[in-house]
């Protein structure tokens, strides 16, 4: 991976899992409803996060990109933060949608981001764990009991693939992930 992620964008270090309940100490209350539009025929993504506990909504328009060989974990993002009236003009372009409820939740002194999706993926629950460097991501830890396995490496499970799937595509994903292994 190359030491620079571009001059404006970011590197995301980020470690994925399929959750299998809900971790205690998740609060109804607070949190976010996070809608995603992934534009048609780009790597843009346009994100309208809306408190649960009441605020601002925030919208962005993200780019990520995936280094070579394709690495899920670590890619680079470049975010520009827009106005209620610039989100508007780009949600008018034509792109697949996905809706989710993020909570946060500590353990073992890491923040976890735990993502429950609605629509055609209810049913399906990913966390994820963010880092500041490559090094401290390669590192072992413990995960927390509500943690079925990692799905890091599966590009089935980033955002833009998961808002490909179809309705029937999606249940077939669901139950295969969360059916015990034999």
């Known amino acids: 991976m190359s030491e620079r992620a571009g001059k404006y964008a970011r590197f995301e270090l980020e470690r994925r899992f399929l959750v299998g309940r809900l971790p205690e100490g998740i609060a109804d209350d607070w ?4 809608s995603d539009r992934y534009i048609k025929n780009t790597h843009l993504r346009l994100r309208r996060m809306e408190p649960i506990h009441g605020g601002e909504i925030i919208f962005k328009l993200g780019q990520k990109h995936v280094p070579s060989p394709p690495d899920f974990s670590r ?13 508007a003009v780009l ?5 697949l949608e996905l809706r989710k409820v ?23 629950v990913l966390a994820e764990v963010g880092f500041e460097t490559p090094d401290e991501m390669d ?18 499970f980033t955002g833009g693939a998961l808002a490909n799937l179809a309705a029937d595509q ?13």
Do not use: C, K
């Not at 890619?75 to 989100?87: A, D, F, R, V």
């Not at 009991?145 to 599966?154: A, K, N, T, Y």
């Not at 999606?170 to 059916?179: F, M, N, S, V």
């Open 31 to 34: 949190g976010w409803r996070i």
């Open 102 to 124: 993020r909570h946060s939740i500590e353990h073992d002194e890491r923040i976890f981001s735990v993502d429950v999706f609605n629509d055609h993926l209810t049913g399906l």
């Open 139 to 156: 590192q072992t830890f413990d995960l927390p009991p509500w943690v079925i396995r990692e799905l890091s490496g599966d590009i089935r």
């Open 170 to 182: 999606a249940a077939e994903l669901i139950r295969e992930i969360t059916t015990p292994q034999p």
């Open 91 to 95: 949600a008018g372009l034509e792109a």
């Open 75 to 87: 890619m680079t993002i470049t975010n520009i933060y827009l106005s209620p009236g610039e989100h």
